[in-house]
């Protein structure tokens, strides 16, 4: 589990980035954490793999203080990816990207090779194994600094706008991902300001705005409330907005999910068909 | 409306960067007229970034490979063209503003074109006053890039590339690195050069939803053709699934409406907002 306890931090120029934040995020969690553009999102994640340690209260990671480990002895369990894929990577070709860290750990080669091998696949890299990351388009390299982390396993999985650049259908394969992850029983966090994404994953949602936590709650609930929404700068996912509009139909507020309006709207529009189906 | 010029016309157009298997862009044949607002969308590795860097002649000046075809942009043939005439015609506005803004502070980076291009003071002061005017960044024109939010960059980045006086300018997923509110916020700028200053505009984006409102017309590739060219609210509601086949990031609204219309619940054209979406669905609920 990684906890957080009332965690304020300042940058050295003075900035209150975050404020009293209390949070925990356990295995099997599928977390979104959700803000404007410098709400304090990516000060927050540095905070989960100790990269930043707070100015006031704590930050645990399974029991252990981030003041008091080794970033290094903290990024076996916790793993970021960045947003910017080439603050990542530096090797010559993906495969070498990908095995660095799993190296570093001091895996045998033969695991290590499987378990590139593994990742690869998995995220549709393995024909790009021998390629340079730098010859890849924005949206592949994001994908091989997502493979390079997930590649040793971590406990716990930090992404920083894991969907920027990447089209619907690897957006898809980014879901079922995610989803296979979690429910290994591992911890997903994932910092973004996709809504539609986060509308059709359903994660637990967590806003932020100007470093404090202002609503938490599922995606359907907290994503259909304007007054939330409006504060955290986004915008509401297209279902949830349409879904305010219909609500004088008896059609509940909080959808966010087309899958789920799609049901609710083949129920609604079958009884208003019906009686026109017996009377013709 | 007058009859507005072509100011982009490709014909046959082609390109294989050099090594690469396939072209990355084969056959296209395109025309663009003045003060269009196109949306260039399709799966990853379709060839929309390479179609748009033959636009401002990046390729095939500074990328190795084989041309076929015509290019021409603002009445020049883009294959003779020096990149720096071209480069004052087409601007382009990045992903990621970081890549593209690194003087001291926000009036220098703006002015920075037009200081290369040898105008003199009182113009390039006009210029960037004018840019900045209408990217509404004229308060931040003391501040270092870098102090400035995700937006702020991007209209910065824009204004930059205005100050040029170009006729098109190219925006390649500018607001990947946005909230949803500060996207809006420079599609809405891009919108207003395209209205005010009669400017072609070219945004390459996944996300539909997002330049529904200001792009009329959507050109969408897959595999370095055009495979869709038209109003985007016809091309939506005719080659829905093709669309959706491709990966496509359609609206929701429009996907719902069309699996709504599968079920045979509803009927008529694919809406592309929530308000039609909303307006016709009440219709039929209100008995």
Same mark, same amino acid.
């Given at each position: ?9 300042r940058?050295?120029?003075?900035? /209150? $980035?975050? @404020?009293?934040?209390? !949070? ?6 599928? #977390?979104?954490?959700? &803000? %404007? ?6 000060? /927050? $994640?540095? @905070?989960?793999?100790? !990269? ?6 704590? #930050?645990?990671?399974? &029991? %252990? ?26 090797? %010559? ?81 980014l ?56 504060r ?15 609500t004088?139909y ?18 609604k ?12 | ?55 401002n ?13 015509e290019?021409?942009v603002?009445?020049l043939?883009?294959t ?25 502070t ?11 291009l ?16 209408i ?18 960059q ?31 916020e ?7 050069l ?30 370095g053709?055009?495979?869709a ?59």
């Amino acid at each position: 589990m990684i906890t957080l306890e009332h965690v304020s931090f300042r940058y050295s120029s003075g900035y /209150l $980035a975050l @404020h009293e934040i209390d !949070l925990s995020i356990q295995g099997g969690d599928f #977390v979104a954490i959700m &803000g %404007e553009n410098g709400a304090g999102k990516t000060t /927050l $994640a540095k @905070h989960l793999n100790g !990269l930043l340690k707070p100015s006031q209260g704590r #930050v645990l990671v399974d &029991g %252990e203080d981030t003041r008091k480990v080794s970033v290094a002895h903290l990024a076996r369990k916790v793993g970021l990816v960045f947003q910017n894929p080439d603050h990542l990577l530096f090797s %010559e070709t993906v495969k070498d990207e990908v095995a660095f860290g799993l190296k570093n750990f001091g895996f045998s080669p033969e695991v290590v090779e499987k378990q590139v091998g593994r990742t690869l696949e998995a995220l549709g890299l393995a024909e790009y194994a021998d390629k340079s990351p730098f010859l890849l388009s924005g949206g592949e390299r994001k994908r091989v600094a997502l493979a390079s982390i997930l590649a040793s396993e971590p406990d716990y999985l930090i992404l920083d706008e894991p969907t920027i650049g990447q089209d619907y259908q690897q957006k898809e394969r980014l879901r079922n991902f995610i989803l296979q992850l979690y429910s290994q029983g591992k911890a997903v966090v994932m910092i973004t300001h996709d809504v539609e994404f986060v509308a059709e994953s359903n994660p637990k949602v967590i806003l932020l705005s100007k470093g404090q936590i202002v609503g938490k709650g599922s995606a359907d609930s907290v994503l259909s409330r304007d007054e939330m929404v409006n504060r955290a700068s986004l915008v509401k996912p297209q279902m949830s907005r349409l879904f305010g509009e219909l609500t004088k139909y008896g059609l509940p507020r909080d959808v966010v999910d087309v899958h789920r309006a799609r049901i609710l709207l083949e129920d609604k529009l079958g009884e208003v068909k019906a009686p026109v189906a017996q009377n013709p | 409306m007058s009859r507005a010029r072509e100011i982009i016309v490709a014909k046959n157009l082609g390109f294989n960067y050099a090594g690469a298997k396939k072209p990355a862009i084969q056959g296209v044949n395109l025309s663009i007229s003045e003060d269009e607002f196109i949306l260039l969308t399709g799966p990853s590795g379709c060839g929309k970034t390479s179609l748009c860097r033959c636009l401002n002649g990046l390729i095939p000046n500074f990328y190795q490979g084989e041309w076929t075809g015509e290019l021409m942009v603002d009445g020049l043939d883009v294959t003779t063209q020096p990149t720096s005439e071209l480069s004052r015609r087409v601007g382009y506005v990045f992903q990621n503003p970081e890549n593209q803004l690194f003087a001291l502070t926000v009036e220098k980076d703006i002015a920075f074109g037009p200081e290369n291009l040898g105008f003199s003071r009182d113009e390039i002061r006009e210029r960037v006053d004018v840019a900045m005017k209408i990217t509404g960044t004229s308060a931040l024109k003391e501040l270092a890039p870098y102090e400035l939010s995700g937006g702020q960059q991007q209209r910065v980045a824009l204004a930059g590339v205005l100050a040029m006086k170009p006729s098109v300018i190219v925006l390649d997923e500018p607001t990947s690195f946005l909230d949803p509110h500060t996207a809006e916020e420079v599609m809405r700028a891009a919108d207003d050069l395209r209205r005010e200053l009669g400017l072609t505009i070219v945004v390459v984006e996944h996300r539909l939803d997002l330049v529904a409102r200001y792009a009329e017309r959507i050109v969408v590739m897959d595999g370095g053709k055009i495979v869709a060219d038209g109003n985007l609210g016809q091309v939506l509601d005719e080659q829905f699934d093709m669309l959706e086949g491709l990966g496509v990031g359609v609206p929701r609204v429009s996907l719902l409406w069309s699996m709504l219309r599968r079920d045979g619940l509803v009927s008529g054209k694919v809406p592309t907002h929530v308000e039609d979406a909303a307006s016709a669905l009440s219709g039929m609920m209100s008995d």
